[in-house]
């Protein structure tokens, strides 16, 4: 009797914990079935980055750097072959337009023009002698004709010649400064040979690259102060005096500045020269990051999050301003724009606003 109750009591204590082991697991599995549903949940949405929309004023100031630039540059070449035999300016003289720099020995040009000084002079006897003898009917009109056209020629070699002589004395073509002198008396010049370099510095400019954004905003005849990187202390009034057509393939567009102001001369070509460009304060607009549209800016596309789901939104983009984009309409103050995480969105997909 006591041995049935002991096999009883096993029985029973055996049953009692494998009972207990299966409530434990299942409530195991529950609690795993409903983290597995918690993350099946959570992996259905999209992490995305958001930024609020709000109206500000843009800056979009210009502060461009460049070098100085004379305002009037020219390379003098030699025309016609021979031999110096004059110069007479050296580097730092100024000059005047029209004065006399240099002077080539071309005997070959002498004689060509005492040629065709006869020949002219001999032309014209002959003409005279032509006409006296037309009106007696001792030559005919063809050969008057003849004469007549004889002179013209020898006319025309006459004004060569000479127009070949002047070639053989330099003069300068504009005022300034000689900045180098490249032959010496002696020296044997041909056709193209380099003789002088006269820069005219009485005005100098500024040579400066701003951006599309930037050059919306200048004008030709826009006051611009200039500083000079050797002078900090010091300002120099300007004018825009160019703005380019077109923009180069950085996309900067080149703009000129004339110096107005450059008491002394402090200031020389090729000094390094910074415009600040002053312009008035801008009205509050819509600014978005330019990461938020989607591929590019041309596509107009941007995605906002709304009762947690991204929506697809076509909107109408104005001026790009540095890393961000001016939108006219389309979205409104105060909705959350999608600035990261696009390339994983649809039109309603769920979303999580990560940091």
Do not use: C, W
Not at 35 to 41: G, N, P, S
Not at 72 to 89: D, T
Request: hydrophobic residues 45%.
């Amino acid at each position: 009797m006591n041995k049935l109750v002991k096999i009883l009591l096993t029985i029973g204590l055996v049953g009692g914990a494998l009972f207990a082991i299966i409530a434990v697991l299942k409530k195991n599995k529950a609690t795993a079935a409903a983290k597995t549903e918690i993350v099946a949940q959570k992996n259905s949405t999209v992490s995305v980055r958001v930024d609020t929309i709000h109206k500000s004023s843009p800056d979009i100031s210009v502060v461009a750097n460049g070098n100085f630039e004379p305002f009037q540059e020219l390379s003098f070449s030699a025309e016609k072959a021979g031999r110096v035999v004059n110069v007479l300016v050296k580097e730092g003289d100024f000059v005047q337009k029209g004065q006399v720099l240099a002077t080539i020995r071309v005997d070959q040009l002498n004689v060509d023009l005492q040629t065709a000084t006869a020949n002219y002079q001999n032309a014209q006897t002959d003409l005279t002698r032509y006409e006296n003898a037309f009106r007696t009917g001792g030559v005919t009109q063809q050969q008057l004709d003849q004469a007549r056209l004889n002179l013209a020629n020898a006319k025309a070699r006459l004004q060569q010649s000479n127009i070949n002589l002047g070639d053989a004395t330099i003069r300068a073509s504009i005022s300034g400064i000689i900045n180098t002198r490249k032959i010496e008396p002696g020296s044997v010049v041909a056709p193209g040979t380099p003789l002088f370099d006269i820069v005219n510095i009485s005005k100098l400019k500024l040579k400066v690259n701003v951006n599309e954004a930037q050059v919306a905003q200048l004008a030709i005849g826009k006051p611009v102060k200039i500083k000079a990187s050797v002078f900090p202390d010091k300002s120099f009034a300007g004018k825009v005096s160019f703005i380019a057509a077109k923009a180069d393939a950085a996309l900067n567009f080149p703009v000129e500045i004339d110096v107005l102001s450059n008491p002394g001369n402090l200031l020389k070509a090729g000094m390094y020269g910074t415009a600040e460009f002053d312009f008035a304060q801008q009205q509050p607009i819509v600014l978005v990051p330019r990461a938020a549209f989607i591929g590019s800016v041309n596509s107009n596309e941007l995605f906002i999050v709304r009762n947690n789901k991204a929506e697809l939104v076509q909107v109408t983009s104005g001026r790009v301003l540095g890393n961000h984009v001016e939108v006219l309409e389309g979205i409104q103050e105060g909705e959350l724009i999608i600035t990261s995480g696009q390339i994983n969105l649809t039109n309603g997909t769920d979303v999580t606003i990560i940091p």
